[in-house]
């Protein structure tokens, strides 16, 4: 059962457009961490949200935690080439060991 | 700085085979992950470790087993390799659990035919 719904899966857009993904649960999390990963690459950590409603900017990125933290959204501003790649959103789940669950990604391709 | 480190980066195995994929981490993590990548499937967690001497089971463990022997390094096992274990590992390593999993390697891709 995968606890984490991505969306779109797939995004090919033009530079200098703006797009959003989505991240989807029923669960709760304690925190939500977002990735991006580059092909041949591991996942490199963007950000990190743990408070519901939070909103954190990072240069063109904006990422934003829901209200009862069930579902997270990324959002980019002027897409460039350079942002292409995957982009994972993982939650932290507030039982036992907080095992990190990740979503099914989304894979974005920003052409020049 | 190295981060982590992982050994080999790409491998072929014939089923039945045994190997052991490495992690080494420098940044004296307490808390180590190995984790697989599959096509639609996100990252899976196969075990983890929450210290030196330690290992616990994530949600796909079966065909799979682990060490921890020294706190900097983490290894995953096959013992008898199946098409089905084809896939891209990750190791990754964290300071304070799974609240920010900051470093991951560069994976190991490893095809079992």
């Known amino acids: 059962t995968q606890l984490l719904e991505q969306s779109p899966q797939f995004l090919s857009i033009q530079e200098g457009e703006n797009l959003t993904v989505y991240c989807n649960s029923s669960?709760?999390?304690?925190?939500l961490q977002w990735y991006r990963q580059e092909p041949g690459e591991g996942p490199v950590l963007l950000v990190t949200?743990?408070?519901?409603?939070e909103v954190k900017k990072l240069k063109r990125l904006t990422f934003q935690f829901g209200d009862a933290r069930k579902d997270s959204s990324l959002h980019i501003t002027a897409a460039q080439p350079g942002d292409t790649g995957l982009y994972l959103c993982?939650?932290?789940?507030?039982?036992?060991?907080?095992?990190?669950?990740f979503g099914t990604g989304t894979r974005l391709l920003v052409s020049p | 700085n190295a981060g982590v480190t992982q050994t080999p980066k790409f491998r072929v195995l014939k089923t039945g085979q045994s190997m052991t994929l490495l992690c080494a981490q420098d940044?004296?993590?307490?808390?180590m992950y190995w984790y697989r990548q599959d096509p639609g499937m996100g990252l899976r967690l196969i075990h983890y470790?929450?210290?030196?001497?330690?290992?616990a089971k994530g949600e796909v463990p079966d065909g799979y087993n682990v060490s921890r022997l020294k706190k900097q390094n983490f290894l995953l096992g096959l013992e008898s390799a199946a098409p089905s274990q084809t896939s891209v590992y990750f190791c990754?390593?964290?300071?304070?659990?799974?609240?920010?999993?900051?470093?991951f390697g560069q994976g190991t891709r490893l095809t079992v035919v």
């Open positions: 990754a390593s964290s300071e304070h659990g799974t609240k920010r999993i900051a470093f």
């Open positions: 669960s709760v999390f304690s925190s």
């Open positions: 949200v743990v408070t519901g409603g």
């Open positions: 993982a939650g932290s789940m507030n039982t036992g060991f907080q095992k990190l669950v």
């Open positions: 940044m004296n993590h307490e808390y």
């Open positions: 470790s929450v210290g030196e001497g330690t290992t």
